[in-house]
């Protein structure tokens, strides 16, 4: 980079003229020969020759400061300070311009040699080297130069004494003879300006980027961390934290929570919430469902205890186990839900008994004459509101006479509701039919009647069955 003087009287000028080298880097020409930089290897001359950066390098001095080539590099010149040299003539002086003609600019005719494959004539003789540009008789540094006390020329730092014509953006790096302006890290030339690099736009941080003025900052999303290098990020194990009630998965940038059976996420994503089982149906449980932290159990009313499968009711049968309160003098009777104490039989007048539930009026009483024949109990329970029509129980005559036929009806005050019907299965049967649903707890007593009627012998009697029906209170 070259430096750019302006806005400066001629003496500052004179003071300031910067002596722009090329650093002598070696190149190739092609041809198996190395020219320092600023010069081009001449083939046909077979030596290496000077280039001219005045007509070669576009603008190479600015404003209005003058470009002189060099042997290897070129001057800028104040064209007011600038005082004309002239190429050594035969006859005509030596050294230190005496003898000068009228003033005349370098020969920049120089220029870069095309290469010929096939040289036919013999090398010309090197071409003259300019000569220095002259900028004062008395000056007797060169540019970018000090006189010393002993006399020597010192390198002139430009940067340490502020003589420099770096911009504010700019940092002044002293040369041999002169100075560059460049930029700090961060930062980089454009137009004559060191602007910003904006780091962020070619991906340095792995997330997320800040620029900033001659830097930049990398952070990273939540859920991760920074690494030492400060540009890509970790993921963070929240679970390590147990951010959760119950369990946690941990996820690339974040976490899961997971809650155990019997519980649900909330809202929150963290905590878990009791899920009552048992408003979810009302048939999860037979009876009663009470819901417990995760879990639910289910509860069977008194008189019955809880199946194996957890939900359903068993009838608890008293009178097996022994849990009742019936005398030795009692029968039990166990239905659904319950039981009952049953005392012995005792047959009403004009009634004997014939068996433990059975009781008979004999013909030759006349007591009997319009009562049934026999009276047999009986007992059976009945599940509260059981669908209908159902067949609940069944009745048939044990004695068959000829000519006889069989009337089956119920009798008595027992079915008032009209919750049962007789239906006859067969001339010597019959079934008691339910035909509305009956609610429970409730005792129910009905008369079943058998009339016998043979017209051959003009005979016509009964019998009964006394059935006691206990409903149960619940429908299991």
Not at 79 to 108: I, K, W
Not at 253 to 267: P, V
Request: charged share 20%; net charge negative.
């Amino acid at each position: 980079m070259f430096s750019d003087i302006r806005g400066l009287n001629v003496w500052t000028y004179a003071r300031m003229l910067t002596v722009v080298v090329l650093a002598l880097c070696s190149i190739h020409s092609g041809y198996g020969q190395t020219c320092t930089e600023g010069f081009v290897y001449d083939r046909r001359a077979r030596v290496c020759v000077d280039i001219d950066e005045c007509r070669m390098v576009p603008d190479a001095c600015r404003g209005d400061m003058q470009c002189v080539n060099q042997n290897g590099g070129y001057l800028c010149i104040p064209r007011g300070l600038y005082s004309q040299p002239t190429y050594p003539r035969g006859g005509e002086g030596g050294g230190g311009g005496a003898g000068r003609s009228q003033a005349t600019y370098p020969d920049t005719s120089l220029g870069f040699p095309e290469p010929d494959p096939y040289p036919l004539q013999p090398p010309p003789a090197p071409p003259v080297a300019p000569s220095y540009p002259v900028v004062s008789r008395s000056a007797p540094c060169l540019l970018g130069y000090t006189l010393a006390e002993d006399g020597t020329c010192h390198d002139m730092d430009e940067c340490e004494t502020d003589s420099h014509q770096c911009n504010p953006t700019q940092v002044c790096i002293n040369t041999a003879g002169g100075y560059t302006c460049s930029c700090t890290e961060g930062y980089w030339l454009v137009g004559g300006q060191c602007q910003d690099i904006d780091e962020c736009r070619y991906g340095y941080c792995q997330q997320l980027c800040a620029n900033v003025p001659g830097s930049y900052s990398c952070s990273c999303n939540p859920g991760f961390l920074l690494n030492p290098d400060s540009r890509t990020c970790q993921d963070v194990d929240e679970c390590e934290d147990n951010p959760c009630a119950h369990g946690c998965f941990n996820t690339y940038g974040s976490y899961m929570c997971s809650c155990e059976e019997g519980f649900e996420l909330a809202s929150d994503g963290t905590t878990c919430n009791d899920l009552d089982e048992c408003g979810f149906s009302e048939f999860l449980c037979q009876h009663r469902c009470v819901n417990t932290p995760g879990s639910f159990q289910c509860h069977c009313p008194a008189g019955y205890y809880l199946y194996e499968d957890g939900r359903s009711c068993e009838d608890i049968n008293e009178c097996e186990t022994g849990n009742n309160t019936c005398t030795t003098a009692q029968v039990c009777f166990n239905f659904q839900g319950g039981y009952t104490c049953l005392d012995l039989l005792k047959c009403d007048p004009p009634y004997v008994e014939l068996s433990d539930n059975q009781c008979m009026c004999s013909a030759e009483n006349p007591a009997c004459r319009d009562r049934p024949f026999t009276i047999l109990y009986r007992h059976m329970d009945l599940s509260s509101g059981r669908s209908v029509p159902a067949d609940i129980f069944q009745m048939q005559a044990t004695t068959r006479y000829p000519g006889a036929f069989y009337i089956f009806q119920i009798k008595g005050p027992g079915n008032e509701g009209r919750e049962f019907y007789m239906r006859q299965t067969s001339n010597v049967s019959a079934t008691l039919v339910l035909s509305r649903p009956i609610k429970g707890p409730r005792e129910l007593v009905l008369d079943l009647e058998m009339v016998t009627v043979n017209n051959v012998i003009n005979f016509r009697g009964s019998s009964i069955i006394r059935l006691t029906i206990y409903v149960s209170e619940h429908p299991y």
